[in-house]
């Protein structure tokens, strides 16, 4: 009994200190949600504690078991939680750090060892492992990458750098193949590549490109299949490398709503001028008429015109070059 009130009276004095701190400490942010959150917690929290330790009082006095185990189990709350918390984390370290070991396991011993030296981010090491025998390019680790899936996997992790989109040319001058499903065969490289917003995405483009990788696949989405140059998250960056590389621009849209649209003509519904333009410029038609039988680029400029889309910029550029286009200029 008596450890248990000394331990009781310990927990009230880490609480209380607990407490003091929030009295005393900053406030948290500078908007609604965050001004007066530390003293609004103090305000709260401080009379649960007084109370709590008028009964841990009493009970010590009294020689109350069952006021001490109430006072202990309450005050100990904080404790548990943080116990509780910090078994959850180690849990998920543990099976984060399985799951890493995992994707560095390869049926071949070598390709295990590329795969050591991607993640440690070291293509000469990387070069002098695939200059070997013949590998398995086709082989799959757990999460069902090949191994240069595992490569490509690396420069859209956002801490690519320069060294991993270095040693996805080595592997595909060694001979990987930059198959569609080289992330899994639920994934489509291309896509996973998309969105990148960083200089290395798009020299990973430019490299697998020149490997293979055909610029006209499809994906699903929203439960259409669609060609990529649609796909609503493509960057004007990304657009240029794809259609540089023979991206179809007749290529016709499966969305219902865009149903035999081409690229050119949702650039014009978006607003997006600038890449609107760079489609004219590329050879783009101007002639298609849509699924339903009536949308066109001019109506799609007409409903541009009416709207808040004209006074953007680059809407002015793309009508002149859209006149000099017609007009054989």
């Given at each position: 009994?008596?450890?248990?009130?000394?331990?009781?009276?310990?927990?009230?004095?880490?609480?209380?200190?607990?407490?003091?701190?929030?009295?005393?400490?900053?406030?948290?942010?500078?908007?609604?949600?965050?001004?007066?959150?530390?003293?609004?917690?103090?305000?709260?929290?401080?009379?649960?504690?007084?109370?709590?330790?008028?009964?841990?009082?009493?009970?010590?006095?009294?020689?109350?078991?069952?006021?001490?185990?109430?006072?202990?189990?309450?005050?100990?709350?904080?404790?548990?939680?943080?116990?509780?918390?910090?078994?959850?984390?180690?849990?998920?370290?543990?099976?984060?750090?399985?799951?890493?070991?995992?994707?560095?396991?390869?049926?071949?011993?070598?390709?295990s060892d590329i795969a050591h030296a991607l993640r440690?981010?070291?293509?000469?090491?990387?070069?002098?492992?695939?200059?070997?025998?013949?590998?398995?390019?086709?082989?799959?680790?757990?999460?069902?990458?090949?191994?240069?899936?595992?490569?490509?996997?690396?420069?859209?992790?956002?801490?690519?750098?320069?060294?991993?989109?270095?040693?996805?040319?080595?592997?595909?001058?060694?001979?990987?193949?930059?198959?569609?499903?080289?992330?899994?065969?639920?994934?489509?490289?291309?896509?996973?590549?998309?969105?990148?917003?960083?200089?290395?995405?798009?020299?990973?483009?430019?490299?697998?490109?020149?490997?293979?990788?055909?610029p006209n696949v499809t994906t699903i989405d929203a439960?259409?299949?669609?060609?990529?140059?649609?796909?609503?998250?493509?960057?004007?960056?990304?657009?240029?490398?794809?259609?540089?590389?023979?991206?179809?621009?007749?290529?016709?849209?499966?969305?219902?709503?865009?149903?035999?649209?081409?690229?050119?003509?949702?650039?014009?519904?978006?607003?997006?001028?600038?890449?609107?333009?760079?489609?004219?410029?590329?050879?783009?038609?101007?002639?298609?008429?849509?699924?339903?039988?009536?949308?066109t680029l001019d109506t799609l400029l007409a409903d541009?015109?009416?709207?808040?889309?004209?006074?953007?910029?680059?809407?002015?550029?793309?009508?002149?070059?859209?006149?000099?286009?017609?007009?054989?200029?």
């Amino acid at each position: 009994m008596k450890a248990l009130t000394v331990l009781a009276w310990i927990l009230f004095g880490i609480d209380a200190l607990l407490v003091l701190n929030l009295w005393l400490m900053k406030n948290m942010g500078d908007d609604a949600a965050g001004r007066g959150m530390a003293t609004g917690f103090a305000m709260l929290l401080t009379p649960m504690v007084l109370a709590l330790g008028g009964l841990l009082f009493w009970a010590t006095r009294s020689g109350s078991r069952p006021g001490v185990l109430v006072a202990l189990a309450i005050l100990g709350l904080p404790l548990w939680m943080g116990i509780a918390n910090h078994g959850k984390e180690l849990k998920q370290q543990f099976f984060r750090g399985a799951r890493r070991r995992q994707e560095l396991a390869y049926p071949d011993p070598r390709l295990s060892d590329i795969a050591h030296a991607l993640r440690d981010k070291d293509p000469a090491r990387v070069r002098a492992l695939a200059a070997g025998s013949a590998l398995d390019w086709n082989a799959r680790n757990s999460e069902g990458m090949t191994i240069l899936g595992f490569a490509v996997n690396r420069v859209v992790d956002m801490y690519r750098t320069p060294q991993d989109v270095e040693s996805v040319r080595i592997l595909l001058e060694a001979g990987a193949p930059p198959a569609s499903d080289i992330l899994g065969t639920d994934k489509v490289l291309l896509e996973w590549v998309l969105g990148g917003n960083a200089q290395e995405a798009y020299d990973l483009l430019h490299l697998l490109f020149k490997a293979g990788a055909d610029p006209n696949v499809t994906t699903i989405d929203a439960g259409d299949r669609r060609p990529l140059l649609f796909i609503s998250y493509m960057d004007p960056p990304e657009l240029r490398i794809f259609v540089g590389h023979g991206a179809s621009l007749e290529a016709l849209d499966t969305r219902p709503d865009q149903l035999g649209w081409t690229v050119l003509m949702q650039a014009v519904s978006n607003g997006d001028w600038p890449t609107a333009q760079f489609l004219l410029e590329t050879g783009a038609r101007t002639d298609v008429v849509a699924a339903d039988g009536r949308t066109t680029l001019d109506t799609l400029l007409a409903d541009a015109a009416q709207g808040y889309q004209r006074d953007a910029a680059g809407y002015d550029d793309f009508v002149q070059a859209l006149a000099h286009r017609r007009a054989g200029r």
